[in-house]
């Protein structure tokens, strides 16, 4: 099993139409039309992606050794995910996407698939 690393999560999220990269915090963060949707912060084994919080909360109650957290961001619409966690880039792929969907013009998210 091959475990992900930052430059996965930096490959898949630059693959979506009209990402940027930009550093914020000392952190690569990605962001579509302007609004951030994923961030690689601390040591980069794992990332922080928009989650509504009401399905946050099912989503570290049903896998809390992949999800969580950190108490600073308790107040936000973020969740983190450990990268060693993750089965493989399809699982990486789908929940950065999703993230991505969140903030993208329609326009742009309409033509994303998968």
Known sequence: MTV?????????????PETAEKQRWGHPTFDVAGRMFVTV????TSFAVRCP???REVLIAA???????????????????????????DELHDILIDSWRQV???????????
């Open 53 to 55: 919080r009401l399905e």
């Open 4 to 16: 992900l690393d930052a430059d996965d999560v930096r490959r898949i999220a630059l693959s979506f």
């Open 104 to 114: 993208a013009p329609p326009e742009l998210s309409a033509d994303v698939g998968r």
């Open 41 to 44: 912060p601390d040591d980069q």
């Open 63 to 89: 896998e809390p050794e992949k999800f969580w957290v950190p108490k600073h961001e308790a107040g936000s619409n973020w969740v983190r995910a450990r990268l060693g966690a993750l089965e493989d880039a």
